[in-house]
């Protein structure tokens, strides 16, 4: 009997190496990694041509809205998005209109994004009010929750320590893990009210009403929160290097820590303001050029744990605003983001070991996707295939993304995502999204 398919000719990045050889794919997953003489027949075969194929991201920061934002972005155009950016599984936040913050709401998404998503999509749920709640918005299969410390989203007083820890205790009895937007709501609002007094409402009164340290402080806080319990914290969007300093001691002192850095905060800088004012604006703030080296320099030592590409998109009109405080932050990343680190790896900047391991193996292993995140024989055939050499130009307006503006716009990038195949079902050949709508699946947490 054929298989579904064959992969071949290809340089396969696999067990940390890359190697000419080809891979079959069966029933979704990937059967074996071999050279083409020991595959097996297959009823469809493809001709790789010698590029290099990886394993596909998993983006574990992305906003896909759908619901009542709708109109910034919905299930299809945000994972038609991610399969052009190579990537097989976003992990959407729960700021929803409505919020994710229980079983019935997380249900209702899922039931929406089944018929309608080209990617695989797994999801966070915020607290609920009530935490006995917890458990049955995990065995509806939450991979993870999410805190913001900034405001409060979902059901939790993000200012009472002892109903954060009683959280803590209730995700760490289940098992996931609970990633944090960590910026401190006291230092931001003082901050912001210094700045509106003063009568400032450009993009630069907005990154000075988020400081680095409101980042650090949060970080510290529940750190120390952390220490008591068996919870796994990921921090998400680290940005600063007080913040970083502020995670990477918790991780020293051997508590079950993780972050993510997003490429914005490591290529972007609080100077590219003045060229692209509001489309540069997200949160956290861009930073000082102090700050990306170090965000730089930790990641070359292996201490950052993921890349994410905090994909929030937004109507264009929400970005052109006459006062700062009433634009929204956020970049739309998913289509960025693999060219960009691509165009890093070309320049000697980062290893492909590295990419992988940030932006797939690690990703993987935070959010307990056993049999995902690397191509090995038994492991759902998520993968990209690249053209390391393409070189051109971002070009927003060819984006998938209901957002179709990006500060990236424009810029140089060497390697191109050219295939996506999700659950070995080819969904992105060339740019274009070749697979139907609701063609990929919903990523339960198993336990
Ligand atoms: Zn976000």
């Not at 001709?47 to 910034?72: E, M, S």
């Not at 820590?257 to 800088?269: R, Y």
């Not at 209901?402 to 716009?409: G, I, L, Q, T, V």
Request: a positive charge; charged letters at 25%; hydrophobic letters at 40%.
């Amino acid at each position: 009997m054929p298989v579904d398919m064959v992969l071949h000719n290809a340089k396969i990045y696999t067990s940390g190496r890359i190697v000419e050889a080809g891979l079959a794919i069966d029933d979704g997953r990937i059967l074996k990694i071999a050279k083409k003489t020991n595959l097996p027949s297959a009823s469809t075969k493809i001709n790789l041509r010698g590029h290099v194929t990886l394993p596909g991201l998993i983006d574990p920061h992305v906003h896909l809205r759908n619901q009542q934002l709708a109109y910034k972005e919905d299930f299809f155009s945000g994972t038609a998005a991610a399969a052009a950016g190579g990537v097989t599984l976003t992990v959407d936040m729960p700021n929803n209109r409505p919020v994710t913050m229980d079983s019935i709401s997380l249900r209702e998404r899922m039931r929406l994004a089944e018929r309608r998503v080209v990617v695989n999509v797994a999801f966070y749920s915020a607290f609920p009010q009530k935490l006995e709640e917890v458990p049955s918005i995990v065995k509806e299969g939450a991979v993870a929750f999410k805190l913001y410390l900034q405001e409060q989203i979902g059901g939790l007083e993000v200012d009472d320590d002892k109903l954060l820890l009683q959280a803590f205790n209730r995700v760490a009895n289940m098992r996931v893990p609970v990633a944090v937007h960590a910026e401190d709501r006291t230092i931001l609002e003082a901050k912001r009210r210094e700045m509106e007094k003063a009568g400032r409402k450009d993009v630069w009164a907005y990154a000075k009403a988020r400081p680095p340290e409101a980042e650090a402080r949060a970080i510290r806080r529940i750190v120390q929160l952390a220490k008591d319990c068996e919870v796994h914290v990921h921090f998400c969007h680290v940005s600063s290097a007080v913040g970083l300093h502020a995670f990477l001691r918790a991780k020293k002192d051997g508590l079950h820590v993780t972050c993510e850095v997003t490429p914005h905060h490591l290529l972007l800088s609080a100077e590219h303001l003045e060229r692209y004012g509001t489309l540069a604006l997200v949160n956290p703030p861009l930073r000082t050029r102090k700050d990306t080296t170090a965000l730089w320099y930790a990641l070359k030592q292996g201490l950052i744990d993921a890349l994410a590409s905090d994909h929030a998109p937004h109507a264009l009109q929400e970005k052109n605003v006459e006062s700062v405080w009433e634009a929204k932050p956020g970049i739309a990343g998913l289509e960025t983001t693999l060219p960009l680190l691509l165009t890093e790896v070309s320049e000697g900047r980062l290893t492909i070991t590295d990419l992988a391991r940030l932006t797939s193996e690690k990703p993987a292993e935070i959010l307990n996707l056993k049999d995902r995140g690397r191509l090995k024989e038994g492991n759902w055939a998520d993968i990209v295939v690249v053209s390391m050499n393409r070189k051109y130009k971002i070009d927003a307006s060819n984006f998938h993304s209901k957002a179709n503006f990006s500060p990236f716009d424009g810029w140089r990038v060497k390697g191109e995502p050219i295939m996506t195949f999700v659950n070995g079902q080819l969904v992105m050949d060339k740019g274009e999204i070749v697979a139907k709508p609701g063609a990929s699946q919903i990523v339960r947490w198993k336990g």
